[in-house]
């Protein structure tokens, strides 16, 4: 078996925590009680919710009863990974090689670091100096034989002293007294400790035969490690080409047309590198700098992939909804990269035209670069109870992102199929009896007559046949934001279909069937 290489890796104590702060649009202040979750489970805190007992593996309400000005935050992988790809590239600066072992944990091999800066020890204390100086504090790390070995020490590395240094050929004693559940192996490691094996130490004693013919090589691999002989090398990545690029304004600029032609050169060298790796891109991450330090970031998408054009007018389109007027003086700087890429082969035209669908997307793409962002949107179908708040209109090429998720239960909501017709208001209307009262419903839900006949702006309308009432009830526990209303389906004379709704014993239309 080969023998471990001298690995340094550097670890960055709760990277989920840190990640979230670094894109949040307001940070938490240093002392919050932050956690991450995923499936209801933490997987991420910070100190001071340690401090008051908030743990990994704990579950989401047995947090919030230990802490509760806890602050929740879903897991994102790919935000994790996306803020730590900067950071390995500032180490790469210093020294090239360097693997990622998942975000918030790097790995190198010491050999040249360590021979550049004079030692191991000196090695892993520049890194944390350089990383100190780039916001980065309460780094670990450490020197080992093998990736794993300097992992386990980096994390028992002190806060007053972050650098743990393994001599060669110590690396099974260090490991020895360690938990079977520091292999990250649950299924393996409730077997051995089942079998009394609880430590790495008795692990590495077993026969290495034995293990070889009760748990094949996978248990050979775990054994290996156990004993301190991590036999698999640094895995340098490649580092991603530079497809990023920024325009800096001197002085800064105030008209967003001129701001879009300052961009026109630069968005046809960012297509132009994309191509030359046979890529496009689908989404685009657009920030703009102000002069007094203001920000504005936001990820654009494309139906299909942008062009050089598109480019640009994300950037005019952001510009436009500064609503706000986050840019008090001017434009200092625009920052374009893609935040998702894909192959150029699938975005390649047909042999024989454009279908269909590129025909409607280059179509709506052009009305909607003449008339701004929201000049062409279309309808999407979001949650909720009411017709007027689960009709969504999103913007040509956007993520539908709804304010209330269709897919949770919704008692009292609308089942399939829906209006043709939503009025964006309730329209009020009169519905009474053959006798001319106002129909309304007691308390529990019956009729105080049948609907005979429904008016709508003047006409009287004789209901041929109706249905309900479906009563809908929101926000019983609070006085002040509670709603009760009970919805019927009439059809009137002339075959017109319609859904009421009545609250408080006012009738309205919400919505007509075509």
Request: hydrophobic letters at 45%.
């Amino acid at each position: 078996m080969q023998a471990p290489t001298r690995s340094l890796v550097l670890w960055f104590p709760d990277w989920p925590i840190t990640a979230f702060a670094h894109e949040a649009t307001t940070p938490p202040k240093p002392d919050a009680a932050v956690a991450v979750f995923a499936n209801n489970l933490v997987v991420a805190c910070s100190w001071a919710a340690r401090a008051q007992g908030v743990r990994r593996g704990q579950k989401r309400r047995d947090a919030q009863a230990l802490c509760p000005t806890l602050q929740v935050v879903a897991a994102d992988p790919v935000r994790d990974a996306r803020a730590f790809a900067p950071v390995v590239a500032r180490i790469e600066e210093r020294a090239p090689g360097v693997q990622i072992v998942r975000p918030g944990l790097c790995a190198l091999r010491s050999r040249g670091p360590e021979r550049y800066y004079g030692g191991e020890a000196e090695a892993a204390r520049m890194f944390i100096r350089l990383l100190d100086d780039e916001g980065f504090s309460g780094v670990r790390a450490s020197v080992a034989d093998g990736v794993f070995t300097a992992e386990h020490a980096a994390r028992s590395a002190a806060a007053d002293d972050p650098v743990r240094i393994v001599a060669p050929g110590d690396a099974g004693v260090f490991l020895a007294p360690l938990s079977i559940a520091t292999l990250d192996d649950d299924e393996f490691g409730s077997l051995l400790s089942r079998l009394g094996v609880h430590t790495l130490g008795a692990l590495a004693a077993l026969p290495v035969e034995r293990v070889r013919e009760r748990f094949g090589e996978r248990g050979v691999r775990l054994h290996a490690l156990a004993a301190g002989l991590d036999s698999q090398p640094v895995q340098p990545r490649t580092p991603p080409p530079e497809l990023h690029r920024e325009v800096a304004f001197e002085p800064p600029l105030e008209l967003a047309d001129q701001i879009a032609f300052g961009m026109r050169v630069a968005a046809e060298e960012f297509i132009a590198q994309l191509g030359a790796h046979d890529l496009v891109c689908t989404e685009l991450r657009v920030v703009l700098t102000g002069e007094r330090g203001e920000r504005s970031e936001r990820v654009w998408l494309h139906p299909g992939s942008f062009d050089a054009a598109g480019v640009v007018d994300r950037v005019r389109w952001q510009l436009a909804e500064d609503a706000q007027g986050i840019f008090g003086s001017g434009v200092a700087g625009v920052h374009i990269e893609p935040e998702a890429v894909d192959a150029a082969a699938h975005h390649a035209k047909g042999l024989f035209g454009a279908g269909p669908d590129e025909r409607v997307h280059h179509a709506l793409s052009r009305v909607q670069a003449m008339l701004g962002h929201r000049g062409v949107v279309t309808p999407v179908i979001g949650g909720g109870r009411w017709l007027a708040e689960r009709q969504v209109l999103v913007p040509w090429g956007d993520r539908a992102i709804t304010a209330k998720d269709r897919a949770r239960p919704w008692p009292g909501s609308l089942p399939d199929p829906l209006p043709a017709v939503v009025y964006p208001e309730p329209r009020p209307v009169g519905v009474t009896d053959i006798a001319g009262a106002s129909v309304t419903v007691g308390e529990r839900d019956v009729l105080s007559a049948p609907p005979a006949v429904l008016e709508t702006a003047g006409q009287r309308r004789r209901i041929s046949e109706w249905a309900g009432p479906w009563p809908i009830s929101e926000r019983g526990w609070d006085p002040l934001r509670a709603r009760r209303a009970h919805r019927f389906q009439v059809v009137d004379a002339d075959g017109g279909a319609w859904l009421l709704v009545v609250e408080e014993g006012e009738w309205r239309a919400e919505g007509r069937y075509d």
